[in-house]
């Protein structure tokens, strides 16, 4: 693995992409919800990234509560990347999922104690075996009240880690830019190849209590 697939890049180094988005042709596999920007009046959107992008889709699609999901890249610089542009590390993109969600089933707390406690938070650059910058930790809020909440609860895993491990979060957590969908066939990857690869894998440290 070169290590310059580790470092990340500067906007002025990224690949070009194209103005064509990709847009998804189906409906989600497992809730058929249509997969858009559109969200339900009440809903709220967060984004995160946990590695690999499919066991962490699969991981929020079965909670109750959850309007929809879907699979894509941000946090970078190339418009519209494809998967292939993405793990090159010349685009700057996170894998991702979009939640959307109702948050009188769900609450944000809820979701955020699912992602500190799915992945390991303390990695840089790589989750487990995948290494790249595409596959780091990230939190991409879509309100000033979540990006609070986030950082509130990075402060509390924090404490949880140093007293058991004294590892240090390297999760990046800012305001969503722009998603940008990934090909249809990572999208609910895991319900159409329930045999296909998952790499999450958490820390075995929950996430005090507020």
Same mark, same amino acid.
């Given at each position: 693995m070169s290590p310059a697939k580790q470092q990340t890049i500067a906007p002025n180094t990224a690949l070009i992409g194209r103005a064509t988005p990709t847009l998804p042709s189906r409906p989600h596999a497992v809730n058929s919800t249509l997969l858009n920007d559109d969200k339900p009046q009440g809903h709220e959107t967060l984004i995160v990234g946990m590695g690999c992008f499919w066991?962490?889709?699969?991981?929020?699609?079965?909670?109750?509560?959850?309007?929809?999901?879907?699979?894509?890249y941000s946090g970078g610089f190339t418009p519209n990347p494809t998967y292939e542009e993405v793990c090159t #590390?010349?685009?700057?993109? *996170? %894998?991702?999922v979009r939640i959307i969600y109702d948050p009188v089933q769900i609450s944000l707390p809820q979701l955020l104690a699912l992602f500190w406690e799915n992945h390991d938070p303390t990695q840089?650059?790589?989750?487990?075996?995948?290494i790249g910058t595409q596959y780091r930790s990230v939190i991409y809020v879509t309100s000033p009240e979540q990006l609070a909440h986030a950082n509130t609860s990075k402060d509390r895993y924090q404490q949880a880690l140093q007293q058991h491990t004294g590892s240090s979060i390297t999760t990046e957590?800012?305001?969503? #830019?722009?998603?940008?969908? *990934? %090909?249809?066939?990572?999208?609910?990857?895991?319900?159409?190849?329930?045999?296909?690869y998952c790499g999450l894998g958490g820390t075995g440290i929950c996430l005090p209590p507020q």
């Open positions: 066991g962490a889709e699969r991981l929020y699609w079965k909670q109750n509560g959850i309007y929809s999901t879907a699979v894509g #590390g010349k685009t700057g993109h *996170a %894998e991702v840089g650059m790589r989750q487990g075996n995948d957590i800012e305001l969503a #830019g722009t998603f940008y969908f *990934a %090909e249809d066939y990572h999208q609910q990857y895991l319900a159409k190849n329930p045999d296909g």
